[in-house]
Nanobody, 121 residues
């Protein structure tokens, strides 16, 4: 059994900061890409940022320069530091990881339960 456990969401004023964490727990051989997606009410789920196992990152244009994604491979954990938050960043943020479990040799997508981020004064 594998699960992604998210933490760190909440309410913050415009211009503020939050950090999201996501830990992959369970029997894991390795993890390929990890990242975050977000979904605002009435909108599709969109990419926020991803990071490879080597640390190469990819960001949505809307968060470049404000959000920083990092990863601790020893802990199977990914962190999203969100600075200069705007009301349009309000959404449910979902962690994603491409995980290889024994005895399989291919990666499978796993999703976290979602963390609410609300940016409002």
């Amino acid at each position: 059994q594998v699960q992604l456990v998210e933490s760190g969401g909440g309410l913050v004023q415009p211009g503020g900061s939050l950090r999201l964490s996501c830990a992959a727990l369970g029997a894991i051989v390795s993890i390929n890409d990890m990242g975050w997606y977000r979904q605002a009410p009435g909108k599709p789920r969109d990419l926020v940022a991803t990071i490879t196992s080597e640390g190469v990152t990819n960001y949505a244009d809307s968060v470049k320069g404000r959000f920083t994604l990092s990863r601790d491979n020893a802990k199977n954990t990914v962190y999203l530091q969100m600075n200069s938050l705007k009301p349009e960043d309000t959404a449910v943020y979902y962690c994603n990881a491409q995980i290889i479990r024994p005895p399989m040799a291919v990666a499978v997508d796993y999703w976290g339960q979602g963390a609410q981020v609300t940016v409002s004064s």
